[in-house]
C-alpha cells in the first residue's frame, strides 16, 4: 500500500484517501440538482474537511462485535454467529453473554429521546403509498445511481454482493428490508424493520472486519466508513423524496420530515455517527451535494454492478419489458452520458412519461383524503408482495443473510 495522500501542504495537514475529491469537477456537475434543492450558495470547506476524515472512521461499537465473533472457539470474549442470532430474536437470550456482545445490544436498544415513533408510522403509511414508484426510485437512482463513483462500488464486487447469481438474492433482501420499514410498528425495538437493521450493522462490521487488512485504505479509505454509510443513507431519504416528486407523487414539507425521520433513526440503528443524522430534507440535499463533490470517479466495479442488476432483470417474470421499462426510467433519471459510462443501452423516456400520467390519476384524483391514503397503500402493498414474489422466485426463504 502506499502512503496516504495529503489535500495540503505541510505537518499538520490532515491526511485522506486519495479518491477524496479526485473528480470533483465530474461530481458537482451531476449534483447540480442537489444544490439547488439545498440552497447551496458556495462549497462548505469545514463540512468537505469531515467527509475526507469520515472515508478513515468506522462503528467502532459494530467493530468491537465483528472482532468477538472472529476470535478462536474456546475463548470466553467470543460472540459465535448463534448466540448473535439469539440474541437478535429474544432479548432474555444468551444470559451470560460475552462483552462486546452485551455492549452492541445495549446501544441499539437504547433509543435515543429525539425519536418520534408517532412520525415513523406516519412516514411507514407514507412509504406504502408511493408504492412501485419507490422500488422504481431505490432501484434506478439510489443503487444504480450510485455506481457511477468508485470505493463501495469495488467492495460490493470484493464480496460478490451484487453480481453474479447473488444479484436477484441481494436486491430481493433489499427490497425485503425496505419494505420492512414501513410496516407497523416495525421500528419498535424487536419489530421485524428493527431486527433486520441490526443485522446488517452487525454485517457490516464484519465485512469491515474482513477486508481491512487487505484493502487499499490509502486510495478507498476504510471498506465500509462514516462518510460511505452516510451517502448511502442520503440515498434511501433525500434522494427518494426528489425521485418520487420527479414521478408525480405530490410530498407535503410535514410528510418529507416524516421520511426523513424514519431515516434518521434507521441511520442510527445502523450505527451512522449522529453528526450525519438530519430530519431536515433541505439540510439533507446539502450534505449529499457536498457528499457527492466528495467522490472519486467512475471505476471498473460501476458498470459491471449495473450491467449484473440488468441481466438479472431478465431473469424475472416479464423480464423484457422490466428490463426495458428501467433503461427507459434510467435514462431519465441519470442521463445519456451515465448511461454510457455504465455501459448501459440509452431509451427513450417512454416509461418516465407514463408513470408520471398514472400517478397523476392515481395520487391526485384517486388517492385524495383518508379513503383514498387508504387505498394507495393496499395498492402499495399489493407492489411489495409482488416484487418480493418475483425477486425470491420459489426460494421461499425470504429472510436476510445470514439470519437464515
Known amino acids: 500500500m502506499t502512503t496516504l495522500e495529503s489535500t495540503a501542504a505541510g505537518p499538520d495537514s490532515p491526511t485522506f484517501p486519495s479518491r477524496f475529491r479526485e473528480a470533483e469537477e465530474r461530481g458537482a456537475r451531476i449534483a447540480r440538482p442537489l ?14 474537511t469531515r467527509i475526507g476524515a469520515g472515508f478513515l472512521e468506522r462503528d467502532e461499537v459494530g467493530q468491537r462485535l465483528a472482532e468477538a465473533m472472529r476470535m478462536r472457539a474456546g475463548d470466553p470474549r467470543r460472540v459465535s454467529m448463534s448466540d448473535f442470532h439469539a440474541r437478535l430474536r429474544d432479548p432474555s437470550a444468551v444470559p451470560d453473554a460475552p462483552e462486546a456482545l452485551t455492549d452492541f445490544f445495549s446501544r441499539v436498544e437504547a433509543t435515543p429521546d429525539w425519536v418520534d415513533h408517532e412520525l415513523i408510522a406516519r412516514a411507514g403509511r407514507l412509504q406504502r403509498r408511493f408504492g412501485r414508484n419507490a422500488a422504481d426510485v431505490l432501484l434506478q437512482l439510489s443503487l444504480i445511481g450510485g455506481y457511477r463513483f468508485g470505493g463501495p462500488t469495488d467492495l460490493l464486487v470484493a464480496t460478490g454482493g451484487l453480481t453474479g447469481e447473488m444479484t436477484r438474492r441481494r436486491l430481493a433482501e433489499t427490497q425485503k428490508w425496505a419494505v420492512a420499514l414501513a410496516q407497523p410498528d416495525a421500528l419498535l425495538p424487536y419489530g421485524e424493520g428493527w431486527r433486520l437493521t441490526v443485522h446488517v450493522r452487525a454485517m457490516h462490521a464484519l465485512v469491515n472486519h474482513t ?148 400517478n397523476t390519476v392515481r395520487y391526485r384524483l384517486l388517492g385524495r383524503g383518508e379513503r383514498g391514503h387508504r387505498r394507495l397503500e393496499r395498492w402499495g402493498d399489493r407492489v411489495a408482495a409482488g416484487l418480493l414474489r418475483d425477486y425470491y422466485g420459489a426460494d421461499a426463504d425470504h429472510e436476510l443473510g445470514a439470519l437464515r
Open 211 to 358: 477486508f481491512e487488512p487487505t484493502w487499499d485504505v490509502p486510495r478507498w479509505g476504510l471498506p465500509i466508513n462514516m462518510t460511505d454509510q452516510a451517502a448511502t443513507l442520503g440515498l434511501f431519504d433525500g434522494v427518494l423524496l426528489i425521485g418520487v416528486r420527479a414521478l408525480g407523487v405530490p410530498v407535503t414539507r410535514d410528510e418529507a420530515h416524516a421520511v426523513m425521520h424514519l431515516w434518521k433513526y434507521v441511520g442510527w440503528l445502523m450505527g451512522v455517527d449522529e453528526a450525519w443524522l438530519v430530519d431536515d430534507e433541505r439540510e439533507r440535499h446539502r450534505l449529499n451535494y457536498h457528499l457527492v463533490r466528495a467522490q472519486a470517479d467512475i471505476s471498473e466495479a460501476g458498470p459491471q454492478l449495473a450491467q449484473a442488476i440488468s441481466g438479472a432483470l431478465r431473469d424475472l417474470p416479464n423480464g423484457a419489458f422490466r428490463r426495458e421499462r428501467t433503461l427507459s426510467m434510467l435514462t431519465a433519471f441519470l442521463g445519456v452520458r451515465s448511461m454510457r459510462e455504465l455501459g448501459l443501452p440509452v431509451r427513450p423516456p417512454w416509461a418516465t412519461a407514463t408513470t408520471i400520467a398514472a
Open 35 to 48: 444544490r439547488l434543492f439545498g440552497r447551496v450558495a458556495a462549497v462548505d470547506e469545514a463540512l468537505m
